[in-house]
Nanobody, 117 residues
Framework: QVQLVESGGGLVHAGGSLRLSCTVSGTIFSMYAMGWYRQAPGNQREVVATISSGGTIKNFSGSVKGRFTISRDNAKNMVYLQMNNLKTEDTAVYYC??????????WGQGIQVTVSS
């Protein structure tokens, strides 16, 4: 079955950086677009960044553009989210998602990112 496992979260001061990683198994990773999403307490889950299957097309939410980058390594079945200049409002649970284009995406279990002031 398809499995996604995130790593790299934690606690960081505002202005700092973190790099999230997501390892995907159980599918042909290189066929699918991938995304990072986040959900803060009391808020809906929102998209942070997406990357096409080949890695050439990337999209970012307005709130992270210029601070976050997304990349992938199809040889390793991994996708990354480099987060720089973190702000307290970036605090959330971050989820990796495999975007199937159908009615259901696959999701990781989520990983906490906390940015302190």
């Amino acid at each position: 079955q398809v499995q996604l496992v995130e790593s790299g979260g934690g606690l960081v001061h505002a202005g700092g950086s973190l790099r999230l990683s997501c390892t995907v198994s159980g599918t042909i990773f290189s066929m699918y677009a991938m995304g990072w999403y986040r959900q803060a307490p009391g808020n809906q889950r929102e998209v942070v960044a997406t990357i096409s299957s080949g890695g050439t097309i990337k999209n970012f939410s307005g709130s992270v553009k210029g601070r976050f980058t997304i990349s992938r390594d199809n040889a390793k079945n991994m996708v990354y989210l480099q987060m720089n200049n973190l702000k307290t409002e970036d605090t959330a649970v971050y989820y990796c998602s495999l975007i199937t284009g159908g009615s259901q995406n696959y999701w990781g279990q989520g990983i906490q990112v906390t940015v302190s002031s």
